[in-house]
């Protein structure tokens, strides 16, 4: 039987840098936010503004291929 769902969570903040799946949510976000912007434009750059400020931070963290733990 295949996969049926109604709804799925998206988690686009990262804790550590180069998440896979914060970024395929925020990339999700994006699209979503692209697709609404006509009928909801609050919605539509609240939603652009959180993933910018997510992709910020996680640029915070250090990057694991060149991280030493001292």
């Not at 979503?32 to 963290?61: F, G, N, Q, R």
């Amino acid at each position: 039987m295949p996969l049926k769902m109604k709804y799925f969570v998206l988690k686009p903040r990262s804790k550590v840098r180069y998440d896979p799946w914060a970024a395929a949510s925020r990339a999700a976000m994006r699209t979503y936010a692209t697709m609404i912007e006509i009928v909801d434009p609050i919605l539509s750059k609240e939603l652009k503004t959180w993933v910018k400020k997510e992709e910020k931070e996680e640029t915070l963290y250090p990057d694991p291929e060149n991280y030493e733990e001292k």
